[in-house]
């Protein structure tokens, strides 16, 4: 890559495995599947394992095709250090399993994905106490807070109602409390918008979505950005301290949601995530580009009640998502006019697929009171606003104008 230090976003994910060199000139991190790997010198072995140098332990710590993504995932995220993770909620689970203990307290946005929203409940019952509010305000944050918080919790867009967290503003509360604060970018991704920018100590990615792409590997991944101060959070065990601080962090969650926990990645699914991710700006341009389309034609349509997308200048958080992303993501969801059947439209669509995922390069549609949110009850799913015609999409890469002429299609038949 020559001299040239500072390349673009692509290029530098494009071409990152090269700089260390790659085993018999491969353009991509081969997959290595062994879970054990031999030293020659066992003095060697004992110091890598006393973390006194770089090296291999055992497969459920990391190896090599796993650390090639982990340096991808971490100079997108200009991060010091990242861990992946079998998936996306062992990212998260990792931040409770590492670091937090009976008697703390957790600030999270109300506004959750339905798995982290079961995860919470079940810190609740493991003695950690939660405290939800609306982050799209930071005054909800601020009033939550008690002496026994430890982490403050966000997506940066909300699923599947869009919300947009208050990010900054909540970035500067934690940084002057000494709050560890923990933004989950899956929605929007390291391309749209870095959360280190707003003071986040911890970001989580679920690389199965958008960075990945292509809907054919599970995965997760924390990155410490370095923002966070390891000296001011109370649980860090004193056997992770013999780092630098900045290390302690990563130390931990490595030894307390890897070694102990077990919720690593496979390496197989490790090479597909890195081979996607190498076109994740060209894709979030697509995505994006559709998105925007898409929304702007469904809040024209006389047959839709309400459309939820950050881009669209009637959203109450269109102005914070345009001051901190690239672009406003490719999530999207939309309620139909009362009397219209959503199931009905749904099974008009031709392109949209009926699926459960996200950041997928195909459209996928889902209805989500019926579906991934109706574990949580319609009291709950009221309380975060979700409607019980509400369809979520995550928009794909397809031809604009057949996307939206799928949706035009499917809304006449209405």
Known sequence: MGDKKNYGFTTTILHGDRQKGIEHGSLHKPIHTSVAFGYADVRQLASVFQGKEPGFRYGRQGN??????????????????????????????????????????????????????????????????????????????????????????????????????????????????????????????????????????????????????????????????????????????????????????????????????????????????????????????????NALALAEMLEKDERVAAVYYPGLKSHPQHGISAELFRAHGSLLSFELKDGLDCFDFLNRLKLAIPASNLGDNRTLIIPVAHTIFYEMGAERRASMGIAESLIRVSVGIEDTDDLLDDFCTALEGC
């Open 64 to 289: 090599p095709t796993i650390s090639a993504l982990e340096e991808k995932v971490n100079k997108m995220e200009q991060g010091v250090g990242t861990i992946c993770f079998a998936t996306g909620m062992g990212a998260i689970g990792a931040v409770v399993q590492a670091l937090l203990r009976t008697g703390d307290h957790v600030v999270s946005s109300s506004f959750l994905f339905g798995n982290t929203n079961s995860l919470w409940q079940t810190a609740m019952s493991q003695g950690i106490s939660v405290s939800f509010v609306d982050a799209t305000e930071v005054a909800n944050v601020e009033a939550a807070i008690t002496e026994n918080t430890r982490v403050v919790f966000v997506e940066t867009i909300a699923n599947p109602r869009t919300q947009v967290a208050d990010l900054k503003r909540i970035g500067e509360l934690c940084k002057a409390r000494g709050i560890l604060y923990v933004v989950d970018n899956t929605m929007t991704t390291p391309y749209l918008f870095q959360p280190k920018s707003v003071h986040a100590g911890l970001v989580v990615n679920a690389l199965t979505k958008s960075i990945g792409g292509h809907g054919n590997a599970l995965g997760g991944s924390l990155t410490d950005t370095g923002a966070y101060d390891w000296t001011r959070f109370p649980n860090i065990y004193e056997n992770y301290k013999k780092a630098a601080p900045l290390q302690w962090g990563l130390a931990q969650i490595r030894a307390k949601a890897l070694r102990d926990f077990g919720s690593s990645l496979a390496p197989d699914a490790a090479h597909h995530i890195a081979v996607g991710a190498e076109t994740l700006a060209l894709r979030m341009q697509r995505t994006t580009t």
